[in-house]
């Protein structure tokens, strides 16, 4: 799927940027490092790039705008790129966003409509501006429009103005999320996130795996958040011989009545949030005690990513199971997420992060 209309890639591109090649190569493989190496601080001083929404959506189309500003003003020496996975695509976007310069030629606006990027895959976009300086040599800065970050501890809140469009749920279970998850110190939005990954808010989902309800829990699951509560667990009705129905069985005596809250717990909305909490912390649990494997693996990444990186492993871990997961960790370091094994974990955590950045600024 081409992010950019699936317009022809044309000939020529305005205020094309002819980089060495060295550098299109850096920037197909590592971005960051790319843009580190060429920029100059003189003229990251006075040019700015900024995108709109600030960071990657993946669960829904938008209309992107990137924004270029020079303090010393756009001319004929100003040149502005854009590359998507490495390859140019200056001339795709010139030919399908809506353009706009400001009255002191000092910033130009790029609009991408309907903008979309497919979850299951991570493709880097980079934006570079340069200028002839008076050596004639070109001075390149640029920025990566970066994923969405959702911490797990952090206790945002969910946007007044949350698009929650296609979703039947109600003020009811959003309030039940901020609390449980202010009760637990978690991040509502991001078990927000989860909760339309998995069931699209409905309280009745049943899975193929027969996973149930809002937060969509399994029967491994259910045996470690059972667990957990101990005595407690008697409060928490399972419905007699569940386990052993077929998906199809399980939704018919749903849609019955016979079926419900009152006896199968994973149906109530409250106890099924809890439940996701819970099993969330179990997972975070998990990967704690093997604390000083994981922060090997991690060392050589900055602190954001670290973060990104541990709410990947344990967001997978909930799909995927953290088994499968860690055996994947083990064998590709910090590539962990690119196994083929994990293509559905991967398009998970990438909806679920963005479902979460989403629901906490109300893009």
């Not at 193929?208 to 509560?229: R, V």
């Not at 994973?266 to 439940?275: E, F, K, M, P």
Request: glycine share 4%; proline share 6%; with cysteine.
């Amino acid at each position: 799927m081409d992010p950019f209309g699936a317009k022809p890639l044309l000939s020529g591109t305005m205020n094309a940027l002819e980089l060495q090649q060295t550098t299109l190569e850096q920037l197909a493989v590592d971005p960051k490092e790319a843009l580190t190496a060429s920029r100059s601080p003189a003229q990251a001083s006075k040019t700015s790039i900024h995108f709109y929404p600030p960071r990657k959506l993946w669960h829904r189309s938008f209309d992107l705008t990137v924004t270029v500003r020079d303090e010393a003003g756009l001319d004929e020496n100003s040149k502005i790129h854009f590359f998507y996975d490495g390859e140019d695509v200056t001339s795709r976007v010139v030919s399908y966003a809506r353009s706009k310069y400001s009255n002191d030629a000092k910033e130009v606006k790029f609009v991408i409509p309907a903008f979309r990027l497919l979850p299951e895959q991570d493709r880097a976009l980079v934006v570079t501006y340069a200028k002839l300086d008076p050596l004639g040599n070109d001075q390149i800065f640029g920025k990566v429009y970066e994923e969405p970050y959702c911490p797990m501890k952090d206790l945002q809140t969910i946007a007044s103005n949350t698009n929650l469009k296609g979703f039947n749920t109600s003020e009811k279970v959003l309030e039940q999320i901020k609390v449980l998850s202010a009760f637990n110190q978690m991040n509502p939005a991001l078990i927000a996130g989860l909760i339309a990954q998995e069931s699209s808010f409905d309280p009745r989902a049943v899975s193929t795996a027969k996973a149930l309800g809002l937060t969509q829990i399994t029967a491994p699951a259910e045996t470690h958040i059972l667990q957990d509560l101990g005595e407690r667990a008697a409060a928490w009705p399972r419905y007699p011989g569940i386990s052993q129905m077929n998906p199809l069985r399980i939704k018919a005596l749903i849609a019955l009545g016979r079926i419900n809250e009152k006896n199968e717990w994973r149906l109530a909305h409250d106890r099924s949030i809890q439940g996701g909490i819970a099993y969330l912390k179990y997972i975070e649990q998990y990967w704690n005690s093997f604390s000083p494997m994981v922060q090997r693996q991690l060392a050589s990444l900055d602190p954001e990513r670290r973060q990104n990186e541990l709410v990947d492993l344990i967001l997978a871990s909930y799909n995927s199971g953290p088994y499968r997961v860690r055996r994947n960790l083990d064998r590709l370091g910090t590539n962990w997420l690119s196994a083929h094994n994990l293509g559905e974990a991967r398009k998970y955590v990438h909806n679920v992060k963005s479902y979460c950045y989403d629901f906490a600024r109300g893009y």
